[in-house]
């Protein structure tokens, strides 16, 4: 099956400067990317996918980027404010019928400091 | 809100106590999940239901039985549990690849 495997761990910056978070995955199968956020005691939520017929999506302050030779695809945070801080996941999975079965990473711990 | 409503949101229960957590979504989706998230652990997908019919079961032991009784619904009913199953239990709905989640159930077994 799918392993994901995600660093660092945990991540502090300071606020206005940018944060990378890095996952790879096993199964070159996978072609669906999300990242989700989770704000202590609240709900894993969506802030970006990408396809694997994309290398690079970007959205205000995040973009994803995907190495599908190399199987890893990044989390990408510019300006980071204190409202990012939060645990962020990155997930893969093989689209079709089914469901979305996703293969989550163990989590990046985002402390944005003032 | 996401539309994934989730109940109870707190669970205290003996070993040898049968309990059920409740999903309910509002958004037509057709598929729905179970995901188990303990500390410094990754989400670990339990079940996943796609137009009420289980496409997946994740090796879970049988302690923890699903039901879905229509494509809204989602049930986990509990049995004869372990500490170590206490985690926080998250549902999910999609309707194609974005998962909506649930707030979920926090669950200590005593």
């Known amino acids: 099956g799918e392993n994901v495997e995600q660093h660092p761990s945990t991540l502090s910056v300071q606020e206005g400067d940018s944060a990378v978070i890095k996952c790879t995955y096993s199964?070159?199968?996978?072609?669906?990317f999300p990242w989700y956020k989770q704000e202590l005691g609240k709900r894993p939520q969506l802030i970006i996918d990408i396809r694997s017929n994309v290398g690079e999506k970007k959205d205000q302050r995040i973009a994803v980027t995907l190495n599908k030779t190399a199987k890893h695809f990044s989390l990408h945070i510019t300006e980071t404010q204190p409202e990012d801080s939060a645990v962020y996941f990155c997930a893969a999975s093989i689209l079709g019928g089914g469901g979305n079965k996703l293969t989550f990473g163990t989590g990046t711990q985002l402390k944005v400091e003032l | 809100e996401t539309g994934v409503t989730q109940t109870p949101r707190h669970l205290v229960m003996g070993m040898t106590n049968k309990k059920s957590l409740k999903c309910e979504q509002h958004?037509?989706?057709?598929?729905m999940y179970w995901y188990k998230q303990s500390a410094k652990k990754p989400l670990e997908l339990m079940f996943v239901y796609n137009f009420k019919e289980q496409t997946e079961n994740n090796s879970v032991p049988s302690r923890f039985s699903p039901e879905c009784p229509n494509s809204s619904h989602l049930f986990l009913h509990l049995h004869t549990l372990q500490p170590e199953d206490s985690a926080l239990y998250l549902c999910?709905?999609?309707?194609?690849?974005?998962?909506?989640f649930g707030a979920g159930t926090r669950l200590s077994v005593l």
């Open positions: 999910a709905s999609s309707q194609e690849n974005i998962q909506y």
């Open positions: 958004l037509g989706h057709n598929a």
């Open positions: 199964d070159s199968a996978s072609n669906y």
